[in-house]
């Protein structure tokens, strides 16, 4: 996953969420966060730049406190491809099992990809 720091790069992204809304939503708030001085501490990553399949929003991994608080451990998603959802939750350093988290997203399909995972992985979703 790569993390969008560059102004511009985040108001392109900003400019093709606006597209797809109401199912961009839950990441659309925070990129424009990000873009406009981030001051909840927050960032955006994509899998690939600039013809993404999915984004990814989290607070910053140093701002966490608790690992055991699933509310600050808030991840917010957008995907094209079911298939880089799986990608994602199965073996990438954005999502960790070391800490509780919760996931937000508008998109079938989000909940039966979380279960398939959490199963495989012999753990519990609420």
Known sequence: MQILRC??????????????LPTTL????????????NPASHEVLVDSWPHFHIVLTRLRPEEHRDPRD????????FYRDKGALQALLEGTEAVTRARAFQILGMQDGLDEAVQEVASARGLKVE
Request: aromatic share 6%; proline share 6%.
């Open 7 to 20: 102004p511009a790069q985040l108001q392109l992204l900003e400019e093709t969420l606006r597209k797809s």
């Open 26 to 37: 839950p990441v659309l708030g925070t990129v424009m966060t990000v873009a406009r001085g």
């Open 70 to 77: 699933y509310y600050t451990n808030q991840l917010a998603v």
